[in-house]
């Protein structure tokens, strides 16, 4: 069973910037999707940004795309997602997951493996 954590959550004003990163274990972690979701009070579960498998292409909600990246790191079994010009509308707690087949979808019922969550809190 794959192992997800998240961290890097934290408060931040709105305009500011953080990174939160996502330690998954499994020695093929290289062929794993890595996904970015976020949850808010009173809101389903929606998709942020996802990575495809080692070398892939990366995609982005449409309210993410110009502020938010994805990266990922093999050699360290790590994916980061870099937020800039943060919003209160991103509040949330933000979800990592990994899809084993490696193909960076946006449903995430395909993704296996979550991490607990690591809240981000922007303040206006």
Do not use: H
Request: glycine fraction near 12%; charge should be positive.
């Amino acid at each position: 069973q794959v192992q997800v954590v998240e961290s890097g959550g934290g408060l931040v004003q709105a305009g500011g910037s953080l990174r939160l990163s996502c330690a998954a274990s499994g020695r093929t972690f290289s062929s794993y999707a890595m996904g970015w979701f976020r949850q808010a009070p009173g809101k389903e579960r929606e998709f942020v940004a996802a990575i495809r498998r080692s070398g892939g292409r990366t995609y982005y909600a449409d309210s993410v795309k110009g502020r938010f990246t994805i990266s990922r790191d093999d050699a360290k079994n790590t994916v980061y997602l870099q937020m800039n010009s943060l919003k209160p509308e991103d509040t949330a707690v933000y979800y990592c997951a990994v899809d084993l087949l490696g193909r960076a979808i946006v449903p995430d019922r395909e993704y296996a493996f979550w991490g607990q969550g690591t809240q981000v809190t922007v303040s206006s």
